[in-house]
C-alpha cells in the first residue's frame, strides 16, 4: 500500500479526516492524480473543517488492537463545558434518599465540581492524557490513547 494511502487512513484513524473525505481522497489517488492534488484536495478539507469548527479542539478516546480500531471517541471540549452544567442541575434532581444513601458509601455530589473538572479539561490539558500499551493473548496488543488536541 503506498504511503499516501496509508496516511490518509491514520488521518481518519485519527479523526483529521472523515471516512467519506478519506475515501475521496483515495479515489483522487487511484483515478491517477497526482499527489500535489491530492495534498490539494487534503489541505482544502482541512481549512473547510478548521472554518467550521472554529479551529475547535476535542478530547479523544483511541483504542488501538493489533488487528482492529477498538475505539474511536472525539468529543468536542465546548461540548464537555456544556454537558458539565447540564451534569450540575440534573444532580439536583437525584432524591434525597438516593443522596444519603450515596453520602452513607462516602460519594458527596456536593464536593463533585463538574465545571472545574471540564474547565481544567478546557484549559490545562493539551497533548497526551494517558498512553498505555497491553498484551492481551487473543487480540495482541492493544493500545489505549486519551489526549487533548
Do not use: C, W
Not at 18 to 23: K, L, N, S, V
Not at 84 to 94: C, G, R, W
Amino acid at each position: 500500500m503506498s504511503s499516501e494511502k496509508m496516511k490518509i487512513l491514520e488521518m481518519i484513524q485519527e479523526g483529521k479526516l472523515t471516512a467519506a473525505e478519506g475515501m475521496d481522497l483515495l479515489k483522487a489517488i487511484e483515478e491517477g492524480n497526482s499527489h500535489k492534488e491530492a495534498s490539494q484536495i487534503s489541505e482544502n478539507m482541512f481549512i473547510k473543517k478548521d472554518i467550521l469548527s472554529g479551529g475547535e479542539r476535542f478530547f479523544r478516546v483511541r483504542v488501538v488492537g493489533e488487528k482492529t480500531l477498538k475505539v474511536n471517541v472525539n468529543v468536542p471540549l465546548s461540548l464537555i463545558h456544556s454537558a458539565s452544567k447540564l451534569v450540575v442541575y440534573a444532580m439536583s434532581f437525584i432524591p434525597a434518599d438516593k443522596r444519603a444513601e450515596l453520602e452513607m458509601k462516602g460519594l458527596d455530589l456536593h464536593d463533585i465540581d463538574v465545571e472545574g473538572l471540564a474547565r481544567i479539561i478546557e484549559e490545562s490539558l493539551d497533548g497526551k492524557i494517558v498512553d498505555v500499551e497491553v498484551a492481551d493473548p487473543v487480540e495482541g496488543r492493544i493500545k489505549v490513547e486519551v489526549y487533548v488536541d
